[in-house]
């Protein structure tokens, strides 16, 4: 039995080592890249606080093979790799996640190759200048606040129609607190362009600008389509309420590039489908019902800086409920979330 799993984030590689615990198939995992990349660290790794990357090979329970190319296309049991090798499958997992496309003029926040570019040209800038970070999501406060707590030489601000817009109330007044007191700049508008030097915004205004940071998730990669699968508006892969694809019964998908009403890019979103996407796989092989994958939210932590956090704990439509924030229990919940779930992908257990 030849199970090809189609991406090593958080949800293939949970997948992948699921698999390996619970079946005795032949497990390939293929990635562009031979490291597993922690994406909620990238931005410590942009502020040179921290590091976000470890093996792949070490991130794999014992059997699963590990395959470093791009995945060109996936065919009738067949996966085409970008150096003109193919690997055949009797089943398949697709997870290669979401991408983002920076607006020309900006680095890309939420990639590994955009991480390190951002940490060299961020070293590189000189008391006083500006950094503009694009985003009002999560990854663009935790981006903001983290290089304005590593460089308090340098001057940061935030861009966004909407900063916050995901938390409540009191926690989104928190969240302003927190930036001012790191005298991050907001900025509640869109970016209309940016150069070498500056920023336009929406309302005509020209910023200063020595760094411009895009912490927006775009959507996903085009592998599904040019495949011919059926994806949505989105690009993101058609799957039934098990997971499986609605045009190949061989292949389950996880993770940002499923199309999955009501999920949001997140590993919390991904490791749950990559679990239940495995479990189904598995009972697939062994001839019993698939089970429905049913998910609820549990909530939004986020670092403001290596000293501060907030953690919003969610209802299960994902609309806010309760908030915690601080020094102390915030800042512990984040690390422990995040340590928690490096281990659970690398054993391929819980959920």
């Known amino acids: 039995m030849q199970i090809v799993v189609i991406g090593a984030g958080y949800a293939g590689t949970y997948a992948a080592n699921r698999l390996a615990r619970k079946t005795e198939a032949e497990i390939t995992v293929v990635n562009p890249r031979g490291h597993f990349v922690e994406r909620p660290r990238l931005h410590q790794t942009l502020s040179g606080t921290g590091r976000d990357v470890t093996p792949l090979t070490s991130m794999m329970r014992e059997g699963v093979a590990v395959r470093v190319a791009a995945v060109e296309k996936i065919g009738d049991g067949v996966v085409m790799l970008d150096d003109g090798d193919a690997l055949g499958f009797d089943h398949a997992v697709l997870a290669v996640g979401s991408t983002v496309t920076p607006m020309p003029g900006t680095v890309a926040v939420g990639t590994w190759e955009g991480a390190q570019e951002g940490r060299a040209r961020l070293a590189a800038l000189g008391p006083g200048a500006w950094v503009t970070v694009v985003g009002g999501g999560p ?4 981006t903001a606040s983290e290089v ?4 308090p030489d340098l001057r940061v601000r935030l861009v966004g129609a909407r900063i916050g817009e995901a938390f409540g109330p009191k926690a989104r007044r928190r969240l302003l607190a927190a930036l001012a007191g790191l005298k991050v700049e907001v900025v509640e508008d869109t970016l209309t362009a940016a150069g070498d030097g500056f920023v336009r915004v929406g309302s005509g205004r020209e910023l200063e600008s020595g760094l411009t940071l895009w912490a927006i998730v775009s959507g996903v990669g085009d592998l599904a389509a040019r495949s011919g699968f059926t994806v949505n ?20 998908a996880a993770g940002d590039c499923a199309a999955v009403p009501g999920a949001r890019f997140a590993c919390q979103t991904a490791i749950p489908q990559g679990a239940r996407a495995a479990d189904n796989l598995i009972r697939l092989i062994e001839g019993r019902p698939l089970r429905p994958h049913e998910f609820r939210y549990q909530g939004i932590c986020i670092s403001l ?6 953690l919003q704990v969610s209802h299960a439509d994902d609309s806010p409920a309760r908030a915690f924030f601080g020094s102390g229990p915030a800042v512990l919940a984040k690390e422990t ?9 690398r054993m391929g257990v819980g959920m």
């Not at 800086?305 to 907030?310: F, I, Q, V």
């Not at 979330?337 to 992908?345: A, N, Y």
């Open 148 to 151: 304005a707590a590593a460089r």
């Open 233 to 252: 508006e989105e690009g993101r892969i058609a799957v039934d309420d098990h997971l499986r694809s609605v045009d190949d019964p061989r292949i389950f």
């Open 139 to 142: 990854t663009g406060l935790e």
């Open 305 to 310: 800086g290596r000293k501060d956090a907030l």
């Open 337 to 345: 979330v995040l340590r928690g779930i490096k281990l659970g992908v």
